[in-house]
Each structure stands twice: as structure tokens, then as C-alpha cells.
T-cell receptor, first 114, second 107 residues
Framework: DAGVTQSPTHLIKTRGQQVTLRCSPK?????VSWYQQALGQGPQFIFQ???????QRGNFPDRFSGHQFPNYSSELNVNALLLGDSALYLC?????????????FGEGSWLTVV | AQRVTQPEKLLSVFKGAPVELKCNYS??????LFWYVQYSRQRLQLLLR??SRESIKGFTADLNKGETSFHLKKPFAQEEDSAMYYC?????????FGKGTRLHILP
């Protein structure tokens, strides 16, 4: 079992561009959550997907959007990139009604906006 | 609003000395609290959760509802304990993290 896998691991984008990050959840998990971890900060919840719908959302602008596919994999899209979007983006997978010990994190995608 | 506070950004401790990483939380209900650890170049992983009350790698944490604290402790620090430690609170199937404390074990 590969656990949670994310791609790409690193990428550099220019202000104003758009980016798509991908996540494959751990086998058997049906819920994917995305977190943003800025330098020197703890991860912050962006949104969560279950049954291909956004189930809940953190305090992030509409420039951040996502999608979940029938195989439970997910994408995070960010439009009109700002310098402040530079961060590590973490994907976490779980069962919908998780307990803390059933949530698994991927290694993350490092996004640098220049 | 729910919040997790880790007052120390960096904690340096000599090898063999006791370790205490502080965590305070604000939450109106019954909290479910965790400690996550991130070793250099590795993914975030669960260290322990207060419900299980187990000791992982010699670390323990006791929930003190009166002081709204969940401090992480270890009696004797080891060099391999050097890492980022995040205190976290679960609410509505999402996790709220503190800003983290970098633990640096001195030889």
C-alpha cells in the first residue's frame, strides 16, 4: 500500500498563472482533505471532499477549488496565483467519520510562486 | 473559535534531559487532541492522541481540561527526537493545527 501520494513534489509558477495539484488517497479511504502549510506555520485546512462533492471548506478564497473523482483521487486548483500562495500543500485521506489515527498525510507538493 | 497555541517556536534540550512541549487549546466542546511530528524530509505523521493514552517513542501527553492544555513530555531526550512537533485538535472531521515547535536535541 503506497499510502497517500501527491504530485508534483515541487513546482514553480508565475504570478497570475493557474496550478493543479493531484492526490491519490490511501487504499480504502473515501475522503480527501487539503491543507496549506506556509513557511513557519502549521497546516491550515483548505477544504474536504467526499462522494465527489466539497463537504466543508476553510477560510480560503474562491481562487482555491477542487475536485474528487469516482476513484476518490482529488485535485486542488489555484487560479490567479499570488506570491502568498507559495507553500507546501498537503493532502490527507481518511474515512469520512475519522478518528485522528485514521488520517494519513501525503508528503506534499511544494509550490513556489515568483 | 477553536484555536491551538504552541508558545515556543524553538526548544533546545540537551540529550538525556527531560522534554516538555507546551500546547494550549480553546474549544467549547469535548476536544479530541493529537500530537503530530514531522522529521526532516518526511511526511507529517501522528505521534499520539489523547484518547488512546499510549506512549509512543517514550512521549506522553495528558489532557488537562482545567488548564486547557495538552503538553507533550518525554523524560529523557534522544538525538532522533529532533523534529517539528504540531499540536492539533479535531473538529467536524478536520484538524486544526498549532504553528508548531521545533525541537532541537543538543549532543
Amino acid at each position: 500500500d503506497a499510502g497517500v501520494t501527491q504530485s508534483p513534489t515541487h513546482l514553480i509558477k508565475t504570478r497570475g498563472q493557474q496550478v493543479t495539484l493531484r492526490c491519490s488517497p490511501k487504499s480504502g479511504h473515501d475522503t480527501v482533505s487539503w491543507y496549506q502549510q506556509a513557511l513557519g506555520q502549521g497546516p491550515q485546512f483548505i477544504f474536504q471532499y467526499y462522494e465527489e462533492e466539497e463537504r466543508q471548506r476553510g477560510n480560503f478564497p474562491d481562487r482555491f477549488s477542487g475536485h474528487q473523482f469516482p476513484n476518490y483521487s482529488s485535485e486542488l486548483n489555484v487560479n490567479a496565483l499570488l506570491l502568498g500562495d507559495s507553500a507546501l500543500y498537503l493532502c490527507a485521506s481518511s474515512l469520512l467519520t475519522f478518528s485522528g489515527n485514521t488520517i494519513y498525510f501525503g508528503e506534499g507538493s511544494w509550490l513556489t510562486v515568483v | 473559535a477553536q484555536r491551538v497555541t504552541q508558545p515556543e517556536k524553538l526548544l533546545s534540550v540537551f540529550k538525556g534531559a527531560p522534554v516538555e512541549l507546551k500546547c494550549n487549546y480553546s474549544y467549547s466542546g469535548s476536544p479530541e487532541l493529537f500530537w503530530y511530528v514531522q522529521y526532516s524530509r518526511q511526511r507529517l505523521q501522528l505521534l499520539l492522541r489523547h484518547i488512546s493514552r499510549e506512549s509512543i517513542k517514550g512521549f506522553t501527553a495528558d489532557l488537562n481540561k482545567g488548564e486547557t492544555s495538552f503538553h507533550l513530555k518525554k523524560p529523557f531526550a534522544q538525538e532522533e527526537d529532533s523534529a517539528m512537533y504540531y499540536c492539533a485538535l479535531a473538529r467536524d472531521d478536520k484538524i486544526i493545527f498549532g504553528k508548531g515547535t521545533r525541537l532541537h536535541i543538543l549532543p
